[in-house]
T-cell receptor, first 112, second 116 residues
Framework: QKEVEQNSGPLSVPEGAIASLNCTYS??????FFWYRQYSGKSPELIMS??SNGDKEDGRFTAQLNKASQYVSLLIRDSQPSDSATYLC????????????WGAGTKLIIKP | GAGVSQTPSNKVTEKGKYVELRCDPI?????LYWYRQSLGQGPEFLIY????????DSGLPNDRFFAVRPEGSVSTLKIQRTERGDSAVYLC??????????????FGPGTRLTVL
């Protein structure tokens, strides 16, 4: 069974520090990877997508992908209290062009 | 432009009743997805539409659940004889094509269903 694993947390990070969120996936053929942020009581919103090995930066966010290790991470620099949320990792499996496989999410708490 | 919209935002019903949940996707998106999310879990896939047809309904938990998208835009998720275990947040998402394995799925605000 294809799986996406995340540490459920909570991960507590001081304001201004770097938050590091990790995700591993089981389907070696996966090609597309997504990080969504979900505030309590709200729906998931896209933060980053990444398709190639290496780093992808967008503002304070950096996604890192290592397909050999089946590992994708999200770094948040200069963490703000407004970054406190649950971060969901989602992956398209090799044999599906539409069905995302989701992790259960990591709860991030930024302490002022 | 407008995002994905869902109505109602909250629905409280009694066990055994019938409910309909509506989703209006982003204009021009041909792919539409329904998910269900319970507390502390990621979204659980229910059904995927490509245009008007249900291309994959393998995630529907049983035959009490049914969804339609008659004109390739708005979709309705229908639940018959609701049970307390159906209580969850029902999320709808849409994407441009849904056939490339790279599409970003954009989510609506969800419908919180509570079955008493």
């Amino acid at each position: 069974q294809k799986e996406v694993e995340q540490n459920s947390g909570p991960l507590s990070v001081p304001e201004g520090a770097i938050a590091s969120l990790n995700c591993t996936y089981s389907d070696r053929g996966s090609q597309s990877f997504f990080w969504y942020r979900q505030y309590s009581g709200k729906s998931p919103e896209l933060i980053m997508s990444i398709y190639s090995n290496g780093d992808k930066e967008d503002g304070r966010f950096t996604a890192q992908l290592n397909k050999a290790s089946q590992y994708v991470s999200l770094l948040i620099r200069d963490s703000q209290p407004s970054d406190s949320a649950t971060y969901l990792c989602a992956v398209y499996g090799m044999d599906s062009n539409y069905q995302l496989i989701w992790g259960a999410g990591t709860k991030l708490i930024i302490k002022p | 432009g407008a995002g994905v919209s869902q109505t109602p935002s909250n629905k409280v019903t009694e066990k055994g009743k019938y409910v309909e949940l509506r989703c209006d996707p982003i204009s021009g998106h041909t792919a539409l997805y329904w998910y269900r999310q319970s507390l502390g879990q990621g979204p659980e896939f229910l059904i995927y539409f490509q245009g008007t047809g249900a291309a994959d309904d393998s995630g529907l938990p049983n035959d009490r659940f049914f969804a339609v998208r008659p004109e390739g835009s708005v979709s309705t998720l229908k639940i018959q004889r609701t049970e307390r275990g159906d209580s969850a947040v029902y999320l709808c998402a849409s994407s441009v094509q849904g056939t490339r394995g790279t599409d970003t799925q954009y989510f609506g605000p969800g419908t919180r269903l509570t079955v008493l």
